[in-house]
């Protein structure tokens, strides 16, 4: 009898840890895991992320460098994505950075139609798996002009994003808009300190100038995840109770 209650308790916490819920991220370089991190600067939000979730729950970045909603449908990535979820899970969906690339055919599409189909695609798909889909624009650039404004950076795929947040009843967060707070409140110099902006020489990974305003460092990437998460907090999704 002991035996067959110690077997029934172990099937329970298997059956428990079975059920962790996963927020799968999928989206380009700034939210995307960096090679050789211990050299490289270079940090996409979602490397910092985890760091304001409880144990309760897991991120699994799939975001990589330089892909578009099309790239990242046709290099498969999405396919091993969907074939991993499960009821409960989450999908951080974030493009629009390399589907503007019109000089490339493999990554560039039209905000109106290609953008807009791989979006709902991605948020059926997630919602046929009982999961839920989260719909963020893009960070801004910074990009300030000789006055001091900072300029937009992404057009229609921001306005694209929030339609279809709309229209499917997505939970929208917008990182465009929340990003140019945070790029403006330090303003055109000190916004520097939140990417790559280094002298020749001045770190080891860097052996020329560079003046990255897309990209972040870790502090710029650990301010826009605590973004994320704040944002996170304010809606009705039971997400909320894995953040910190």
Known sequence: MKWISLSLMMLISLNCLAQKPTIYGIGDSTMANKVKPEENPERGW???????????????????????????????????????????????????????????????????????????????????????????????????NDAGVLLPSHGDYTLEARLVAQEYNVPFIDMEYFSELLEQSYGPEKSKQLHLHYKAGEIPYYKEDKADDTHYCEKGATEIAKIVARELKKTKLDIVKYIK
């Open 46 to 144: 979602g490397m910092l992320f985890p760091q304001f979730l409880n144990d309760n729950i897991t991120f699994d970045n799939r975001a990589v460098n330089g892909r578009s909603t099309k790239s990242f449908i046709a290099e498969k990535r999405w396919d091993e994505v969907y074939k991993l979820l499960k009821k409960g899970d989450y999908v951080f969906i974030q493009f629009g950075h390399n589907d503007a690339k019109d000089k490339d055919s493999l990554r560039y599409t039209n905000p109106h139609t290609a953008y807009r189909h791989n979006l709902i695609r991605f948020v059926l798909e997630t919602r046929e798996k009982g999961a839920t889909p989260i719909l963020f624009s893009s960070v801004s650039r910074r990009n300030f």
